[in-house]
DNA sequence: AGGTACATGTAACATGTTACATGATTCC
DNA sequence: GGAATCATGTAACATGTTACATGTACCT
């Protein structure tokens, strides 16, 4: 149940059509909330039928022709509730970790290369994110380290800490990736 | 389409009844693929009618009974199949993240408990899992340099390597949460 | 007139979640 | 015989994925 949030989120941060939604999903808040458009069609339909946002009037012909939202009053209110309210850390669901189980048990064929494949896409992603932090927070020392400071918003520093945990993950995963590629046999099984 | 795979590896590690599946996937499974004991009734289900695992005979009344399982040559072949095989790694989708841009937005009342919470919950596991480290992998040093000694088995470093990523893993979180709540002001909005 | 990018959707299906139903076995 | 635990399942629903359908606007 977040994918109607991260809408109404990405609403109130920026009033959009379902395309522009569909393209910051691939971007700032694809990042850790994914979406294909097919969903976000589904999930504006939904909401608006709940009150919770509004499409901009427009004239003319509807299909084909973009159709603004903006997030009313209830929506905001609903968001409100959501954020404040608590949800455990979901179950990891990892793919490649689940290949590495199995290899264990029917061989390693092809495992290596898979591994440099990911390594290289982690490697991409870690890149991106830190042209982003350079571009977006050039003044903070990444390390969390500017509480004396005086003109970080609150938005701000909170934004900077989402952008960290990317960082962060993709670190993890590079980190881990390099490691166990060392420790593997060289071409087995 | 992972979890008729993460059926398969567990049924070949040792052929098992639903419900120590289902256990099997609240601990070692579980901590890369998780699974409730309806997802995975319905899917041995499915396996069995697709031949790539069967039931062992059993006599009497069916309901109720234990019903073992173990995979057939045609599910030892399906999994090699899709061990060798590539896929891209998943999407991020981290509700804490997306409350703490939701709260960039809307205010950020209550959100320091939350990633409290978090963090207790992430060092338990944490613990957890260096629990599960020493008792398995007593020998090794955790930071993969053991490609030199003679006796340890492909399968036991692919176990290892998967365990440290869980141990990566929460440990960036640990590491994430404590720097972001020290980031936080105090208690606001 | 044809191609490409923009833009919104439908339909079918696969997967995951939540609530509930049922029977067997063991211990008291 | 009642409660707890073991054990297997059904049903309804929510969410996510894949393939396809349709129309507009602009450029050549």
Redesign the pocket.
């Known amino acids: 149940?977040?994918?109607p949030h991260a809408i109404l989120t990405a609403l109130l941060e920026k009033p959009s059509?379902?395309?522009?939604l569909?393209r910051r999903f691939d971007r700032s808040i694809g990042f850790f909330w994914?979406?294909?458009?097919?969903?976000i069609?589904?999930e504006?339909?939904r909401l608006e039928t709940a009150g919770l946002i509004r499409a901009l009037p427009q004239d003319?012909?509807?299909?084909?022709?973009?159709?603004?939202y903006d997030v009313l009053p209830a929506g905001r209110a609903e968001l409100e509730r959501w954020t404040a309210r608590g949800d455990d850390p979901?179950?990891v669901?990892e793919p490649l970790l689940l290949r590495l189980r199995a290899a264990a048990v029917v061989g390693t064929a092809g495992l290596d290369a898979e591994l440099a494949r990911h390594l290289a896409l982690h490697r991409a992603q870690l890149a991106d994110y830190r042209e982003i932090e350079r571009r977006d927070f050039p003044a903070a020392d990444g390390a969390g380290g500017d509480r004396s400071g005086g003109g970080v918003a609150d938005g701000d520093r909170l934004r900077h800490a989402v952008l960290r945990a990317g960082i962060g993950l993709e670190t993890f995963w590079v980190e881990w990736l390099t490691e166990t590629r060392a420790t593997l046999p060289a071409e087995p099984s």
Do not use: D, I, N
């Open positions: 149940m977040s994918l059509s379902g395309l522009e569909t994914s979406a294909t458009h097919q969903q069609y589904r504006l339909g003319g012909p509807v299909r084909g022709q973009k159709k603004e979901k179950a669901r």
